[in-house]
């Protein structure tokens, strides 16, 4: 493009500055060829006029357009040049406070003297692992693609950090080794991260000083190389330093300082430790007073002291050895004020030997006192005959000192530098390094002297290597793209130095110079003229003679020859150093020995795997006056192995910048800047770029940008590269322009700019036209709102006049109407007063007229009345006459028969047979009464010892406080006010006692009320008795119809089936025999049995309203009274196990819990004292009951039925005894042998045939028990039969009766007897008296049930009120303490806080262990319940066995005892010892999750508790715990070998949680158990408290939790940062600005693996399904989203916060989108009440903040008042990075950034800036029992689990 097109009007260009050095103006007027000026607009608006050289032709710079400004890379510019690059530093550094900026591969840095919050933790963890380029410049993207490439490429890296004093080298090189040291730690102990980054301290202080530029200087150079082994982690380190200021030691110039080190030791020279060095303040010593001011702001020297000592001890350095390096440190200072005294007019010299400083000196170096005052003024010449001593003159003696102490603070250093590197070393073979050189910049002063000269000529040589290797990057980037190869010329600086380092050349001549015994300084100079005159980088100045003129690449320098000679010769004498060698402090004496293996650097190989460790220092040997090897020669060769070592790596580059020199944060000096720029080579990279093709696009970052130039012909070819070839050929017309590459395009300067300005113009056009089109809907809008606003006018003016016309007319009508009915109204009234007067006559008239009538109708009736009356009275009378006559005639009748019945009634009574019929039954009711009479005097008794008890009590409390007031009174005579209260007290008391015994009076009057009650419902049950003989009449018929042929076959089928349920048994019976393999066990199952059968062999008198047929049954089912009976044998047991348990509860907490448990026996004592006045009156009518059913035969019969039992007991109970005594000794011994197996056998024989005895027994007791109530019966029948006539007969008189039968109805005929006496029409036999009785006890012992049901139910209903009112009793407590804790100070509140809590935890404690011992007891009842099952279901097994077929009909009672089929798998595994590791490894180990996915979720965990809750169901501790640590190290097993593997992980999580789940929902707890069922609570465990294992398994849950969300993080941690801010989720809203950072085939090798934000919600929607289908709790599966939407916002943010290029306002649209996406993926998943949306707060604000308005202090406070969640750093560098994608959006002004941080300033937020991604949420795992049965889940065969059996 020509000049005319691009020096148009409105172009921006720079022009030079005096003041600025670079100038912004504006073209007011095309140029065109020939015109001798410009016309610019400056920014001020002044006018200026441009004058242009013709014959160069040379045009101002043109200006980049706004968008490019504050790009990240330099490069990325379209016109680069000094003034673009300039501005571009100061707008990142100004505006937005950007202190970075790369410049192709080098990372500009610039001091902001400010610590800025952008090198915590989290920013290294931001930077680790991205690419440079795609996030902010910065220190740690340099040091992480130096560390990738390392690990990629396996060569050897180095980061050279290069700049003038004070523009923060070491800082940036501390950084870069922090960085190496986080990402790269140690796998080891040895800590060697922490180490290298202590070294960092000491070289400062030893090797840093303030100087006029910088407050921490260094003033040496040095390289470290930080080793890695082939994992990549940090092994060692090694560090090589270069030309110490050995002169700052004595000599400092104004405003600067010595070495920190000795202000350091000063300012600490009060510690006891250092009280014998004899220093004193700073101000007070020579070497450390030359510069004035010794202290800096901000700086604490005896703080940094102690740092640096921590440094010392960190890597190894003693304490002696530290204490002789602080004694040479403090020598030094003594030796600069030594007093030397001049004579001879200054020819010679003494110390005074009473100096107190040389006596500090040498006591402190360990050396002769004399010696060293001699020889510090004297010196030895030898020759080849004779050795002289020579005076020093004055300033010679003045030189030795200086020059030794500069050499014993080198030799220090050097010793301090080898014994760093030695801490650093390791034996681990280092596979890789990564160097870090922190060396001086180009240095030019207004007076350079030797250390100028050699800091200079080392930064050519780094010239030189930098040029080389980015010309080479440029090479290798164009040969990668296939783009024609054109020379670049760039500046080659090798003649610079061959003139410093070649052969004659500067340091030859210096060396040669020092070798002559004369030479001096101007010498060597008139050498330099001579010699190098002609010489294109050399010049002689025109005034002096004796200095010389270098052209460096950066800038021309003059150097002064004074004193190089003497610093190149660096001249100590040989008698002083013999004298130090001789110290008595081995450590002083070492730092002098001679290197006698020390190798020359030349003879180094290139290929050694491992540099040497060594200074690189003058190295000083035993020569006359001199060291052989000069400075300059051994900073030459350092400097050659230098480049060789960074030639042999990859290098990366940092050039530090200083803004200013006056060390004010963030102010900007162009002048300083652009000198800078020069001199560190930044400006020759811009230039080599420039050169070629600096801007560089991709083919779709092109098409997307620059698509509006684009036209249908462009677009009809789909192919993109060939899209933007044509684009580029219609747009460029010069082909040299651009270049097409295979993955980007190339274009020269500035033609990037060109296309911005096509595109501004084509949007300008199409903004025009948007703006015409919309400036005319809103004028046509704007008509039609006019002229919709006239017709509305019009319309309402219309409609006024209308309804004005309206009224008008109505008001018309309405006075018409007015008068029209007025009128009507005055004739209407006329014409009522006419009628109302016609009606008046009427009415009176006709009333007249009716009353007549009326006055005859009455007379009428009343005669009528009359005559009723009187014939009613006659026929009465007539009535009463016959009556009378009727009554007498039946008396006589009635009185004649009387008394004929009198006369049979005395006879009949004077006979015997009556008067026994009459005493029937009266002794019975005798005894009964008596024995009622009993019971009423016990009961009396007890309320009366309860009654003497509370009298006792009363009286004694009574008695007490007379005492009380006894001692009061005597204490206290004259207190009668008290006396008085003290006996109304006591008055009070004595009517409480009267009011209790009235209270009791009421009580037994209301008790003899209800007794009467009582009576009143024995008449009521009496008939119910009518009611149920018509059932039983009923009955009978139903029983009379039934056939035997019906009843055989019904037989035949329920033998079938109880065949086929015996069959079922016995399999399942088979399950519960394994559990005998354990000897152990089936000592506990033997006691057990023994107790059960003593138990169940006696008899009891079964209550009166159960069935007799009950009583007799041969296998009765458990009841109650039966499970009570076994307490004793429990409680035997339990004793013996107490005996053996250890005690774990203090004295105290057994205290405490006694008080408590006496405290609930008295409430429950004085409950069941209430209780008992309510079973009284149930017992009554219970009494009753029993006085009408029982009879006196009945309690015969039981008492001899028990008497005959009884003594058969106590034999068994003999029995029993001795071989419960037997298998005891047996089982006390260790030997299990087949003994215990055969003393078994032998008792389940003894068992059986005793109970085969007590049946027989049983048998013969009741068939003699029947025939003598037969008889009494045949007795009583034929006494009875006697009324009835001799001709009647009973159809069933034939029968036989069987015994029991004969029994039942011979008590059914006494109680008919006893009753009626009209029962001699029933059947001889009593069939239906006994099933009268039958019925009646079955109806009264389903009563007596329903009742204990109901009074079961309210209890437990009283139970929960009594709970509820505690718990909100409780929860009131905690309120009020709540409230009152709010009030309190924040200690007190923590303190109160802990005592509640230990206050809290010790009760739930004691409660927790008294619920656990009556749930053991309970535990063991049901245990032994479940035994008892168990040996009838053996018992019955073994009776069907020896039975024979024809008699199993007699076994029909105890197959009923055994049909439970519930009980078949009782939720047990049992497995052997040995199939342990099987278990594990087929269950854990080597199960797959696919292997389980169709079964029940978390199928291992409930396998797992099954087998548990076997071993604990045998009493197994070992066991127990056996399995439990074998499935927790089996569970950790298998997540170390799936370390990566979600799936298992999950899985594993889920078993794991599930487990810990089982062991507390059946862990016997209450507080576990509110949820379980019936069922589920028989599934508890009995024996072990497993607490401790359940905290193991808590912690191993909470490892598994932060495995899968390590596991999870890693999968989605690449996913993020694509998904989120890069993803374009809404097409074509952003569009691609121009390119940031270029990258180089080093980076640009990696594939940029780019991911949608669909693929992240699918990875997503994996998650959730694999925990949901493996039964993760869903209050864990919240907790994982919560962490992992935190980790996603964190990082989104993170990355947002370290990115400009995303800081934008269409990237906000699109976060802001894709936030949505999130959050709606949530409320599908129900995880909106997880918090995982409200981790994505700060996020949203952050996409909020970059849509809103920037403009105005209301947008300022709307942005204040929005991100709440964002820190103030936060609002500001989204605010600073914000960048407009296109010229129409506007920046960010300064102004209103400075706004909103005036806002912010009342905030307390943290300093940080970035969200630490690896935070992690407490993990809470919520109790979530399950529903599922232990007796439900099947095992699949899959498992291959065949050796666990069910029991």
């Given at each position: 493009?020509?000049?005319?097109?691009?020096?148009?009007?409105?172009?921006?260009?720079?022009?030079?500055?005096?003041?600025?050095?670079?100038?912004?103006?504006?073209?007011?007027?095309?140029?065109?060829?020939?015109?001798?000026?410009?016309?610019?607009?400056?920014?001020?608006?002044?006018?200026?006029?441009?004058?242009?050289?013709?014959?160069?032709?040379?045009?101002?710079?043109?200006?980049?357009?706004?968008?490019?400004?504050?790009?990240?890379?330099?490069?990325?510019?379209?016109?680069?040049?000094?003034?673009?690059?300039?501005?571009?530093?100061?707008?990142?550094?100004?505006?937005?406070?950007?202190?970075?900026?790369?410049?192709?591969?080098?990372?500009?840095?610039?001091?902001?003297?400010?610590?800025?919050?952008?090198?915590?933790?989290?920013?290294?963890?931001?930077?680790?692992?991205?690419?440079?380029?795609?996030?902010?410049?910065?220190?740690?993207?340099?040091?992480?693609?130096?560390?990738?490439?390392?690990?990629?490429?396996?060569?050897?890296?180095?980061?050279?950090?290069?700049?003038?004093?004070?523009?923060?080298?070491?800082?940036?090189?501390?950084?870069?080794?922090?960085?190496?040291?986080?990402?790269?730690?140690?796998?080891?102990?040895?800590?060697?991260?922490?180490?290298?980054?202590?070294?960092?301290?000491?070289?400062?202080?030893?090797?840093?000083?303030?100087?006029?530029?910088?407050?921490?200087?260094?003033?040496?150079?040095?390289?470290?190389?930080?080793?890695?082994?082939?994992?990549?982690?940090?092994?060692?380190?090694?560090?090589?330093?270069?030309?110490?200021?050995?002169?700052?030691?004595?000599?400092?110039?104004?405003?600067?300082?010595?070495?920190?080190?000795?202000?350091?030791?000063?300012?600490s020279s009060s510690l006891p430790e250092f009280k014998d060095l004899g220093l004193t303040c700073a101000e007070d010593f020579f070497y450390t007073s030359q510069g004035g001011e010794t202290s800096i702001n901000g700086m604490d020297d005896a703080d940094d002291f102690e740092k640096t000592r921590h440094a010392f001890t960190l890597l190894g350095v003693k304490e002696s050895h530290q204490m002789t390096i602080f004694r040479i440190i403090a020598a030094i200072l003594h030796l600069g004020n030594l007093d030397i005294q001049g004579e001879r007019d200054r020819e010679a010299c003494s110390v005074s030997s009473e100096d107190e400083h040389l006596s500090n000196f040498c006591s402190l170096l360990g050396v002769e006192h004399s010696q060293m005052q001699h020889w510090l003024c004297h010196r030895k010449l030898v020759t080849t005959a004779e050795t002289y001593v020579k005076s020093m003159s004055l300033h010679q003696v003045v030189n030795a000192r200086n020059a030794l102490a500069k050499h014993i603070y080198a030799q220090l250093f050097k010793w301090i530098v080898q014994h760093i590197n030695k801490a650093l070393h390791t034996t681990v073979k280092q596979h890789s390094f990564i160097g870090v050189l922190d060396i001086y910049g180009f240095e030019t002063f207004e007076v350079n002297s030797f250390e100028q000269f050699c800091i200079n000529y080392a930064n050519e040589k780094l010239q030189q290597q930098f040029n080389s290797h980015v010309f080479k990057l440029e090479q290798e980037e164009y040969m990668k793209e296939g783009i024609p190869w054109t020379l670049i010329d760039f500046y080659d600086n090798q003649p610079c130095i061959d003139l410093i380092e070649a052969k004659l050349g500067i340091l030859d001549l210096l060396d040669e110079e020092c070798k002559v015994p004369q030479g001096t300084d101007q010498n060597w100079a008139q050498k330099l003229y001579d010699r190098h005159a002609a010489s294109q980088h050399f010049q002689k100045p025109r005034i002096s003679n004796t200095s010389f003129i270098v052209l460096h690449f950066a800038d021309k320098v003059e150097y002064q020859s004074e004193g190089f000679l003497e610093k190149n010769r660096d001249t100590v004498y040989e008698e002083q150093i013999n004298i130090l060698k001789a110290s008595k402090y081995q450590m002083v004496a070492d730092l002098f020995q001679e290197e006698k293996d020390a190798v020359p650097a030349t003879a180094m190989k290139k290929g050694a795997p491992r540099i040497s460790v060594r200074s690189a220092r003058a190295v000083f040997k035993a020569a006359n006056k001199e060291h052989r090897k000069t400075v300059g020669h051994q900073f030459r060769n350092s400097l050659h192995l230098l480049m060789e070592t960074l030639n042999a790596t990859t290098p990366h580059y940092v050039r530090c910048i200083k803004p200013n020199d006056e060390k004010l944060p963030f102010k900007f000096d162009p002048e300083r800047a652009v000198q800078q720029l020069r001199a560190c080579g930044v400006l020759?990279?811009?230039?080599?770029?420039?050169?070629?093709?600096?801007?560089?696009?991709?083919?779709?970052?092109?098409?997307?940008?620059?698509?509006?130039?684009?036209?249908?012909?462009?677009?009809?070819?789909?192919?993109?590269?060939?899209?933007?070839?044509?684009?580029?050929?219609?747009?460029?017309?010069?082909?040299?322009?651009?270049?097409?590459?295979?993955?980007?395009?190339?274009?020269?300067?500035?033609?990037?700019?060109?296309?911005?300005?096509?595109?501004?113009?084509?949007?300008?056009?199409?903004?025009?036209?948007?703006?015409?089109?919309?400036?005319?809907?809103?004028?046509?809008?704007?008509?039609?709102?006019?002229?919709?606003?006239?017709?509305?006018?019009?319309?309402?003016?219309?409609?006024?006049?209308?309804?004005?016309?309206?009224?008008?007319?109505?008001?018309?009508?309405?006075?018409?109407?007015?008068?029209?009915?007025?009128?009507?109204?005055?004739?209407?009234?006329?014409?009522?007063?006419?009628?109302?007067?016609?009606?008046?006559?009427?009415?009176?008239?006709?009333?007249?007229?009716?009353?007549?009538?009326?006055?005859?109708?009455?007379?009428?009736?009343?005669?009528?009345?009359?005559?009723?009356?009187?014939?009613?009275?006659?026929?009465?009378?007539?009535?009463?006459?016959?009556?009378?006559?009727?009554?007498?005639?039946?008396?006589?009748?009635?009185?004649?028969?009387?008394?004929?019945?009198?006369?049979?009634?005395?006879?009949?009574?004077?006979?015997?047979?009556?008067?026994?019929?009459?005493?029937?039954?009266?002794?019975?009711?005798?005894?009964?009464?008596?024995?009622?009479?009993?019971?009423?005097?016990?009961?009396?008794?007890?309320?009366?010892?309860?009654?003497?008890?509370?009298?006792?009590?009363?009286?004694?409390?009574?008695?007490?406080?007379?005492?009380?007031?006894?001692?009061?009174?005597?204490?206290?005579?004259?207190?009668?006010?008290?006396?008085?209260?003290?006996?109304?007290?006591?008055?009070?008391?004595?009517?409480?006692?009267?009011?209790?015994?009235?209270?009791?009076?009421?009580?037994?009057?209301?008790?003899?009320?209800?007794?009467?009650?009582?009576?009143?419902?024995?008449?009521?049950?009496?008939?119910?008795?009518?009611?149920?003989?018509?059932?039983?009449?009923?009955?009978?018929?139903?029983?009379?119809?039934?056939?035997?042929?019906?009843?055989?076959?019904?037989?035949?089928?329920?033998?079938?089936?109880?065949?086929?349920?015996?069959?079922?048994?016995?399999?399942?019976?088979?399950?519960?025999?394994?559990?005998?393999?354990?000897?152990?066990?089936?000592?506990?199952?033997?006691?057990?049995?023994?107790?059960?059968?003593?138990?169940?062999?006696?008899?009891?008198?079964?209550?009166?309203?159960?069935?007799?047929?009950?009583?007799?049954?041969?296998?009765?089912?458990?009841?109650?009274?039966?499970?009570?009976?076994?307490?004793?044998?429990?409680?035997?047991?339990?004793?013996?196990?107490?005996?053996?348990?250890?005690?774990?509860?203090?004295?105290?907490?057994?205290?405490?819990?006694?008080?408590?448990?006496?405290?609930?026996?008295?409430?429950?004592?004085?409950?069941?004292?209430?209780?008992?006045?309510?079973?009284?009156?149930?017992?009554?009518?219970?009494?009753?009951?029993?006085?009408?059913?029982?009879?006196?035969?009945?309690?015969?019969?039981?008492?001899?039925?028990?008497?005959?039992?009884?003594?058969?007991?106590?034999?068994?109970?003999?029995?029993?005894?001795?071989?419960?005594?037997?298998?005891?000794?047996?089982?006390?011994?260790?030997?299990?042998?087949?003994?215990?197996?055969?003393?078994?056998?032998?008792?389940?024989?003894?068992?059986?045939?005793?109970?085969?005895?007590?049946?027989?027994?049983?048998?013969?007791?009741?068939?003699?028990?029947?025939?003598?109530?037969?008889?009494?019966?045949?007795?009583?029948?034929?006494?009875?039969?006697?009324?009835?006539?001799?001709?009647?007969?009973?159809?069933?008189?034939?029968?036989?009766?069987?015994?029991?039968?004969?029994?039942?109805?011979?008590?059914?005929?006494?109680?008919?007897?006893?009753?009626?006496?009209?029962?001699?029409?029933?059947?001889?036999?009593?069939?239906?008296?006994?099933?009268?009785?039958?019925?009646?006890?079955?109806?009264?012992?389903?009563?007596?049930?329903?009742?204990?049901?109901?009074?079961?139910?309210?209890?437990?209903?009283?139970?929960?009120?009594?709970?509820?009112?505690?718990?909100?009793?409780?929860?009131?407590?905690?309120?009020?303490?709540?409230?009152?804790?709010?009030?309190?100070?924040?200690?007190?509140?923590?303190?109160?806080?802990?005592?509640?809590?230990?206050?809290?935890?010790?009760?739930?404690?004691?409660?927790?262990?008294?619920?656990?011992?009556?749930?053991?007891?309970?535990?063991?009842?049901?245990?032994?319940?479940?035994?008892?099952?168990?040996?009838?279901?053996?018992?019955?097994?073994?009776?069907?066995?020896?039975?024979?077929?024809?008699?199993?009909?007699?076994?029909?009672?105890?197959?009923?005892?055994?049909?439970?089929?519930?009980?078949?798998?009782?939720?047990?595994?049992?497995?052997?010892?040995?199939?342990?590791?099987?278990?594990?490894?087929?269950?854990?180990?080597?199960?797959?999750?696919?292997?389980?996915?169709?079964?029940?979720?978390?199928?291992?965990?409930?396998?797992?508790?099954?087998?548990?809750?076997?071993?604990?169901?045998?009493?197994?501790?070992?066991?127990?715990?056996?399995?439990?640590?074998?499935?927790?190290?089996?569970?950790?097993?298998?997540?170390?070998?799936?370390?990566?593997?979600?799936?298992?992980?999950?899985?594993?999580?889920?078993?794991?949680?599930?487990?810990?789940?089982?062991?507390?929902?059946?862990?016997?707890?209450?507080?576990?158990?509110?949820?379980?069922?019936?069922?589920?609570?028989?599934?508890?465990?009995?024996?072990?408290?497993?607490?401790?294992?359940?905290?193991?398994?808590?912690?191993?849950?909470?490892?598994?939790?932060?495995?899968?969300?390590?596991?999870?993080?890693?999968?989605?941690?690449?996913?993020?940062?694509?998904?989120?801010?890069?993803?374009?989720?809404?097409?074509?809203?952003?569009?691609?600005?121009?390119?940031?950072?270029?990258?180089?085939?080093?980076?640009?090798?990696?594939?940029?693996?780019?991911?949608?934000?669909?693929?992240?919600?699918?990875?997503?929607?994996?998650?959730?399904?694999?925990?949901?289908?493996?039964?993760?709790?869903?209050?864990?599966?919240?907790?994982?989203?919560?962490?992992?939407?935190?980790?996603?916002?964190?990082?989104?943010?993170?990355?947002?916060?370290?990115?400009?290029?995303?800081?934008?306002?269409?990237?906000?649209?699109?976060?802001?989108?894709?936030?949505?996406?999130?959050?709606?993926?949530?409320?599908?998943?129900?995880?909106?009440?997880?918090?995982?949306?409200?981790?994505?707060?700060?996020?949203?604000?952050?996409?909020?903040?970059?849509?809103?308005?920037?403009?105005?202090?209301?947008?300022?406070?709307?942005?204040?008042?929005?991100?709440?969640?964002?820190?103030?750093?936060?609002?500001?560098?989204?605010?600073?990075?914000?960048?407009?994608?296109?010229?129409?959006?506007?920046?960010?002004?300064?102004?209103?950034?400075?706004?909103?941080?005036?806002?912010?300033?009342?905030?307390?937020?943290?300093?940080?800036?970035?969200?630490?991604?690896?935070?992690?949420?407490?993990?809470?795992?919520?109790?979530?029992?399950?529903?599922?049965?232990?007796?439900?889940?099947?095992?699949?065969?899959?498992?291959?689990?065949?050796?666990?059996?069910?029991?």
């Amino acid at each position: 493009m020509s000049a005319t097109q691009l020096y148009t009007k409105h172009t921006r260009v720079w022009i030079p500055d005096p003041d600025e050095v670079w100038r912004s103006a504006e073209i007011i007027k095309d140029y065109k060829e020939g015109d001798k000026s410009l016309q610019l607009k400056l920014e001020d608006e002044t006018l200026y006029e441009y004058p242009i050289d013709l014959q160069g032709n040379e045009l101002p710079f043109l200006r980049n357009p706004d968008i490019l400004e504050g790009q990240n890379d330099l490069t990325a510019l379209s016109y680069l040049h000094e003034p673009a690059v300039l501005h571009n530093l100061k707008v990142r550094f100004l505006e937005s406070n950007h202190i970075y900026t790369y410049c192709g591969i080098v990372l500009v840095a610039i001091n902001p003297y400010e610590q800025l919050p952008i090198y915590e933790q989290d920013v290294i963890y931001a930077y680790s692992g991205q690419n440079m380029g795609d996030m902010d410049p910065h220190i740690f993207a340099v040091a992480e693609e130096a560390y990738k490439q390392m690990a990629r490429d396996e060569k050897n890296q180095s980061i050279i950090v290069s700049g003038e004093s004070g523009a923060g080298k070491t800082v940036s090189a501390k950084y870069a080794m922090r960085f190496f040291a986080t990402v790269g730690g140690s796998t080891s102990e040895t800590n060697i991260e922490a180490k290298v980054l202590a070294s960092s301290p000491i070289m400062e202080a030893i090797g840093n000083a303030k100087t006029t530029r910088n407050d921490n200087s260094s003033r040496f150079g040095k390289y470290i190389q930080i080793g890695f082994d082939k994992k990549y982690h940090i092994i060692g380190a090694n560090m090589r330093t270069y030309l110490l200021e050995k002169s700052r030691v004595v000599f400092q110039a104004e405003d600067e300082r010595n070495y920190h080190i000795f202000y350091q030791l000063c300012a600490s020279s009060s510690l006891p430790e250092f009280k014998d060095l004899g220093l004193t303040c700073a101000e007070d010593f020579f070497y450390t007073s030359q510069g004035g001011e010794t202290s800096i702001n901000g700086m604490d020297d005896a703080d940094d002291f102690e740092k640096t000592r921590h440094a010392f001890t960190l890597l190894g350095v003693k304490e002696s050895h530290q204490m002789t390096i602080f004694r040479i440190i403090a020598a030094i200072l003594h030796l600069g004020n030594l007093d030397i005294q001049g004579e001879r007019d200054r020819e010679a010299c003494s110390v005074s030997s009473e100096d107190e400083h040389l006596s500090n000196f040498c006591s402190l170096l360990g050396v002769e006192h004399s010696q060293m005052q001699h020889w510090l003024c004297h010196r030895k010449l030898v020759t080849t005959a004779e050795t002289y001593v020579k005076s020093m003159s004055l300033h010679q003696v003045v030189n030795a000192r200086n020059a030794l102490a500069k050499h014993i603070y080198a030799q220090l250093f050097k010793w301090i530098v080898q014994h760093i590197n030695k801490a650093l070393h390791t034996t681990v073979k280092q596979h890789s390094f990564i160097g870090v050189l922190d060396i001086y910049g180009f240095e030019t002063f207004e007076v350079n002297s030797f250390e100028q000269f050699c800091i200079n000529y080392a930064n050519e040589k780094l010239q030189q290597q930098f040029n080389s290797h980015v010309f080479k990057l440029e090479q290798e980037e164009y040969m990668k793209e296939g783009i024609p190869w054109t020379l670049i010329d760039f500046y080659d600086n090798q003649p610079c130095i061959d003139l410093i380092e070649a052969k004659l050349g500067i340091l030859d001549l210096l060396d040669e110079e020092c070798k002559v015994p004369q030479g001096t300084d101007q010498n060597w100079a008139q050498k330099l003229y001579d010699r190098h005159a002609a010489s294109q980088h050399f010049q002689k100045p025109r005034i002096s003679n004796t200095s010389f003129i270098v052209l460096h690449f950066a800038d021309k320098v003059e150097y002064q020859s004074e004193g190089f000679l003497e610093k190149n010769r660096d001249t100590v004498y040989e008698e002083q150093i013999n004298i130090l060698k001789a110290s008595k402090y081995q450590m002083v004496a070492d730092l002098f020995q001679e290197e006698k293996d020390a190798v020359p650097a030349t003879a180094m190989k290139k290929g050694a795997p491992r540099i040497s460790v060594r200074s690189a220092r003058a190295v000083f040997k035993a020569a006359n006056k001199e060291h052989r090897k000069t400075v300059g020669h051994q900073f030459r060769n350092s400097l050659h192995l230098l480049m060789e070592t960074l030639n042999a790596t990859t290098p990366h580059y940092v050039r530090c910048i200083k803004p200013n020199d006056e060390k004010l944060p963030f102010k900007f000096d162009p002048e300083r800047a652009v000198q800078q720029l020069r001199a560190c080579g930044v400006l020759e990279t811009i230039r080599i770029s420039a050169a070629g093709f600096p801007s560089r696009w991709s083919y779709p970052d092109f098409l997307n940008r620059y698509r509006v130039l684009m036209n249908k012909r462009h677009l009809s070819n789909k192919d993109k590269e060939q899209i933007c070839q044509s684009l580029l050929k219609d747009l460029i017309e010069d082909p040299d322009k651009f270049q097409f590459g295979r993955t980007k395009i190339f274009f020269r300067a500035g033609q990037v700019a060109y296309l911005e300005k096509l595109r501004a113009d084509k949007f300008r056009v199409a903004t025009i036209m948007i703006q015409k089109t919309v400036r005319g809907w809103l004028q046509r809008a704007k008509y039609q709102r006019l002229r919709q606003a006239t017709l509305t006018l019009q319309r309402y003016v219309r409609g006024h006049l209308a309804r004005r016309l309206f009224e008008h007319l109505r008001r018309t009508r309405a006075a018409i109407i007015l008068q029209k009915q007025y009128r009507m109204l005055r004739m209407r009234r006329a014409f009522l007063r006419v009628r109302n007067a016609t009606l008046t006559i009427q009415a009176f008239t006709r009333g007249m007229f009716v009353r007549r009538i009326y006055y005859q109708m009455l007379a009428e009736h009343k005669a009528t009345v009359l005559q009723r009356y009187a014939r009613g009275w006659l026929a009465r009378l007539r009535f009463r006459r016959a009556r009378a006559a009727a009554v007498v005639l039946q008396c006589h009748w009635r009185r004649l028969r009387a008394r004929r019945q009198l006369q049979a009634l005395r006879i009949e009574a004077r006979s015997v047979q009556h008067l026994k019929k009459l005493n029937v039954g009266m002794e019975n009711k005798v005894v009964q009464l008596q024995r009622k009479v009993d019971e009423q005097n016990k009961e009396n008794k007890l309320l009366n010892e309860q009654l003497s008890m509370l009298t006792s009590a009363h009286s004694s409390e009574v008695e007490k406080l007379k005492k009380e007031l006894q001692q009061y009174q005597q204490s206290q005579r004259g207190d009668g006010n008290q006396l008085l209260s003290l006996q109304e007290e006591m008055e009070r008391l004595r009517l409480e006692l009267e009011r209790a015994h009235r209270q009791r009076e009421a009580m037994e009057d209301s008790h003899g009320k209800e007794r009467d009650l009582l009576r009143k419902r024995i008449s009521d049950l009496e008939e119910e008795n009518a009611l149920l003989k018509q059932e039983k009449e009923e009955l009978n018929s139903r029983i009379l119809c039934q056939s035997e042929d019906e009843f055989a076959q019904n037989t035949v089928e329920e033998n079938i089936q109880m065949k086929k349920e015996l069959e079922e048994e016995r399999s399942r019976y088979q399950n519960l025999v394994k559990e005998y393999a354990s000897l152990e066990q089936k000592y506990d199952n033997l006691k057990d049995e023994i107790t059960i059968f003593k138990q169940t062999s006696g008899h009891r008198r079964n209550p009166s309203n159960q069935s007799s047929l009950e009583s007799d049954s041969n296998n009765p089912s458990i009841c109650t009274s039966e499970i009570g009976d076994t307490e004793d044998v429990i409680q035997q047991v339990e004793e013996i196990g107490m005996e053996k348990a250890a005690m774990d509860m203090t004295l105290f907490l057994k205290l405490q819990k006694r008080v408590r448990e006496l405290e609930l026996e008295r409430k429950k004592l004085q409950a069941q004292l209430e209780k008992k006045e309510q079973e009284i009156k149930q017992s009554q009518v219970i009494e009753t009951k029993t006085e009408v059913t029982s009879e006196y035969e009945d309690f015969a019969y039981n008492s001899l039925k028990r008497q005959e039992l009884e003594s058969e007991n106590k034999k068994l109970k003999n029995e029993l005894n001795e071989l419960r005594k037997a298998i005891a000794d047996h089982a006390v011994q260790n030997n299990y042998s087949n003994d215990v197996q055969d003393s078994y056998n032998l008792l389940l024989n003894q068992l059986k045939s005793a109970n085969e005895e007590l049946e027989v027994r049983k048998e013969e007791v009741l068939t003699l028990r029947s025939q003598i109530m037969k008889a009494a019966q045949q007795k009583d029948t034929k006494k009875n039969m006697e009324s009835i006539s001799p001709s009647a007969s009973w159809p069933n008189s034939d029968r036989h009766v069987d015994q029991a039968d004969a029994i039942e109805a011979y008590q059914g005929m006494c109680e008919t007897n006893r009753k009626t006496e009209d029962w001699g029409y029933l059947n001889e036999d009593g069939e239906l008296g006994l099933a009268y009785q039958g019925l009646k006890q079955v109806a009264r012992l389903l009563e007596a049930q329903l009742q204990d049901q109901r009074r079961e139910h309210e209890e437990e209903m009283e139970a929960m009120r009594n709970q509820i009112d505690l718990m909100q009793e409780e929860l009131e407590n905690q309120q009020q303490a709540f409230l009152q804790t709010l009030q309190l100070s924040p200690e007190v509140q923590v303190e109160l806080g802990l005592q509640q809590e230990i206050t809290r935890l010790t009760n739930e404690n004691l409660d927790l262990k008294e619920l656990l011992e009556k749930l053991e007891k309970n535990e063991k009842k049901l245990k032994k319940q479940l035994k008892i099952y168990m040996k009838k279901v053996q018992d019955f097994e073994a009776s069907e066995t020896t039975v024979p077929v024809e008699r199993r009909p007699h076994g029909r009672n105890m197959q009923v005892a055994v049909q439970r089929k519930e009980k078949d798998f009782q939720g047990m595994l049992e497995y052997y010892k040995e199939d342990e590791p099987l278990l594990i490894r087929n269950l854990i180990t080597d199960l797959k999750p696919q292997a389980v996915s169709a079964t029940v979720p978390c199928l291992p965990a409930y396998i797992l508790y099954m087998c548990i809750r076997h071993a604990d169901y045998i009493n197994d501790d070992q066991k127990v715990h056996s399995l439990l640590t074998s499935t927790i190290n089996g569970v950790k097993k298998v997540l170390k070998k799936h370390q990566d593997d979600f799936e298992m992980t999950s899985f594993w999580l889920a078993n794991t949680c599930r487990l810990l789940h089982c062991l507390k929902q059946y862990s016997g707890e209450e507080v576990f158990m509110t949820q379980n069922t019936a069922k589920q609570n028989e599934h508890c465990l009995k024996n072990f408290d497993l607490t401790e294992y359940r905290q193991v398994l808590g912690q191993l849950s909470i490892q598994i939790y932060q495995q899968l969300i390590n596991i999870s993080e890693g999968i989605l941690q690449p996913m993020i940062v694509s998904a989120v801010l890069e993803n374009e989720s809404i097409q074509g809203l952003s569009s691609v600005k121009p390119m940031g950072h270029r990258k180089y085939s080093s980076n640009a090798a990696e594939g940029d693996s780019s991911y949608s934000l669909d693929e992240m919600i699918r990875q997503l929607n994996t998650f959730h399904s694999i925990m949901c289908d493996q039964g993760l709790d869903p209050e864990i599966i919240q907790q994982v989203f919560k962490q992992l939407f935190y980790m996603i916002n964190a990082i989104a943010l993170n990355n947002l916060l370290l990115r400009k290029d995303v800081c934008s306002w269409s990237t906000g649209m699109q976060l802001r989108f894709n936030i949505s996406q999130l959050e709606e993926w949530l409320r599908g998943k129900n995880l909106q009440q997880s918090g995982a949306a409200q981790t994505l707060e700060p996020l949203i604000q952050a996409a909020q903040l970059l849509q809103l308005k920037k403009k105005t202090s209301e947008d300022a406070e709307a942005i204040c008042s929005l991100c709440t969640s964002l820190t103030t750093q936060q609002i500001v560098k989204i605010l600073n990075l914000y960048t407009p994608v296109n010229e129409f959006e506007e920046r960010v002004t300064v102004a209103f950034i400075r706004n909103i941080q005036k806002q912010l300033q009342e905030r307390n937020d943290p300093p940080q800036l970035l969200l630490d991604f690896k935070h992690m949420f407490p993990v809470l795992f919520p109790f979530n029992p399950s529903a599922i049965t232990m007796d439900s889940i099947h095992l699949p065969a899959s498992l291959n689990l065949d050796f666990l059996n069910k029991v």
